[in-house]
C-alpha cells in the first residue's frame, strides 16, 4: 500500500500532465494564430484538434541523429536530466483540498514532504544541468553559446525567485506547500499582501523557463536552436516537453504561492454541501493556472526578446534588489501588523 | 530486512562507487557529473539521517550552485582528455598514496574502535524532527547567532576575492 | 549501528512517494530515449552527421574558450544563493521567533542583508555585472 497508492497517484498525475502539455501546444498555436490575425491549424481533425498528438506521432518515427563531433553519453544524458526534472517537480504540489472516495481519505498530492517548495527550487537548480551539458555535449557553437547563456540566465534568475519564496514562507511559517495554500484563505493572497515578491517571482518563473521574453538560450535569429541545435526525432522532444511542462509547473507554483491555491474568497465562507466543496476547489485551482498558461502564451507573443545584457542587468541590478525590498517589507509587515 | 537499512546499502553502494568512478575518470566532464551523483546520494544519507533541511540543502547547494561552477570552469578550461596531465609514477604519487592509506586506516582506527565505546550514537527521541527546518532556525537565530552574522562577512570576503580574482579580465 | 536507523521509520515513509515520482520520470525519460532509436529509421552517413553550423564546413571545434563573464555570474551565484540558504530558516520561523525577542530577529537578518549589500554595491562599483 505504501507503494501502490502513491504509483497510482504518480500515473493519473503524468496522465494529465501530458494530456495537458499536448494541448498546451495546440493551444499556444491557436492563440498566436488569432493575435496574429491567422487561423492556426485546422486541417488534421476538426478545428486541428488532432494537430498535436499527430505531431508527437511524427516525432516518434523520426530518425535520431548524433553528430560524429558530439560527446554520444552526455548527449543522451542531458535531455534525460530535463526531463526527469521537468516531470517530477509536480509530485509535491497540491491540486486541491483533501477527498473521500469509497470513505477514504484521498490528498490531492503524490508527496507531502515536509521540505516542500525548497524540493521544487533545489530540483529546478538541477534542471539547468540538462542545457548547459547539451549545448556542451553537441560540440557545435549555437549549442555551446545557447547552453552556456541558459545556464547564466537561470542561475542569475534562480536567486530572485528563491528570496521571493522567502517572503511566502514568512507568512506561512512552513515549507510545507499545503500551509502555504492554507496561509492565504480570504483575501489574504499573497499577490495582494506582497505584489513586488508577486512580480518578481512571475518574471522568474518566465526566465526559468526560458520563455520569451527571456528564450535567450533558443534565440531562432542569431542561435539557430541554441542548446537543442543538434537534436532530433524524440531526444527534441523531450527538451520540448520538458519546456512545457516546466511551464506548467510555473503556474500551479505562482498559483499555490500567490494566488492563494484553490481558496477562493467567498466561496470558502458560503456553505455548500460536503460533497460539492473540494469539487468546486480542484475546479478553482485548475481555472487559475489555465488562466496562467494564457498569459504565458500572451506575452510570448507580445512582448520582444530582451537583449542579452539587458536580461543579465535585469536580473542582477533591478530583480535582486527588489526581492530583497520584498522581504524586508514582510518582515516589517509581521513586525507592525501582526499578519 | 529493513527497508531503511536496504535504503542506506543502495546509497552508500551509489555514493562510493561514483567516488571512486570520478577519480579514476579521464574525462572532467564525467568526473563532474559523477560528482553530482555523489551529492545525490549523500542527500539520501542525510534524509535517512532525518535531517531532511540538510539534504535538500545539499542538493539545492552542492549539486545545483557549486557543480555549475565546476561545470564552466571544466568548460571554460577546455580540457580534452587528461592525457597530458597523467605523469608517470613518481615521487608525488607514492607520497600520496602512504598518506591516503594513513588517513584510511585513522578513520578505521577511529570508527571500529573509539566510536564503539566513547561516542554514544543512540539518539534521544526527540531527535525525530530534530533535522526540521523548525530546530535548526531556531538554533542558527539564537544559540548560533555570532557564527551566523560572521558567515555574513565571510561571503562578503567570498565576494571581494572572486571579483579581485576575475578583475583584471574584467575591464 | 543499523538498528536506530529503523526508530523512525515515520519520517523517511513521506518521502517513498517523491522518490517513486523520480524513478518514474527517469524511467519515462529513459523509454522516450530508446523509443527513437526503436521506432526511427537509421540510416546515417558522414554528412548528415556532421556539425550543422549554417551549412558551412564546420571550422575547429566549438568547445573554444569563453568569456569569463559566464564564470563570475556562477560564482556570485553560489556567494548569494547561501545567503538565500541561510533566509529559509529564518523565514519560516520569524513568526514563532518575533514572539520571543521581537524586533531583535528582525535585526539579525537586516544586518546580514547590509554587510552582504555592501559586498553587491562593490560587485556594481567594480563593475562585474557590467554586460557588454
Known sequence: MVVLIPLAKIAIAISILLFIVTYLVYFERKISAWIQDRIGPNRVGPYGLLQSPADVLKLFFKEDIVPSAATKFVHSLAPVISLTVAMSTYAVIPFGPDIEIFGQKVRLIVADVDVGILFILAFASIGVYGLTLSGWASNNKYSLLGGLRSSAQMISYELSMGISVVGVLILAGSLRIYDIINSQQGWMWNAFIQPIGFITFVVAAFAETNRLPFDLPEAEPELVGGYHTEYSSLKFAMFFLAEYANMIIASCLITTLYLGGWHLPFIDSATLSYGLMPLISVMIFVAKVLFLLFFFIWVRWSIPRFRYDQLMNLGWKVMLPLSLLNLMWVALLVYFFKI | ?171 | MFNNLAENFYMIEQYIPLILAILVALLFSLFLLKASSLFGPQKPNVEKLTTYESGMEPIRTARERFSVKFYIIAMLFIIFDIEVVFLYPWAVNLKILEDKLGFFIIAEMFVFILILLVGYIYLLKKGALKWD
Open chain 2, 1 to 171: 530486512m529493513n527497508i531503511e537499512i536496504v535504503a542506506f546499502a543502495i546509497l552508500a553502494t551509489i555514493g562510493i562507487a561514483s567516488a571512486i568512478l570520478l577519480v579514476l575518470q579521464k574525462n572532467p566532464v564525467y568526473s563532474a557529473l559523477l560528482l553530482i551523483l555523489h551529492f545525490m546520494a549523500l542527500a539520501g544519507l542525510y534524509l535517512l539521517l532525518n535531517a531532511q533541511f540538510i539534504a535538500v540543502l545539499q542538493i539545492l547547494v552542492y549539486a545545483g550552485a557549486i557543480m555549475v561552477l565546476f561545470v564552466f570552469v571544466i568548460m571554460l578550461l577546455n580540457l580534452q582528455n587528461e592525457q597530458a596531465l597523467v605523469d608517470n609514477f613518481n615521487i608525488r604519487k607514492i607520497v600520496s598514496f602512504i598518506l591516503g592509506v594513513v588517513l584510511f586506516l585513522q578513520f578505521a582506527v577511529f570508527f571500529l574502535v573509539k566510536a564503539k565505546n566513547d561516542i554514544d550514537i543512540k539518539k534521544s527521541p526527540d531527535s525525530i524532527d530534530a533535522g526540521s527546518i523548525q530546530n535548526i532556525g531556531e538554533a542558527l537565530f539564537t544559540t548560533y547567532l555570532i557564527p551566523f552574522e560572521i558567515a555574513s562577512f565571510l561571503l562578503l570576503v567570498a565576494i571581494i576575492g572572486s571579483i579581485f580574482l576575475a578583475k583584471r579580465k574584467i575591464e
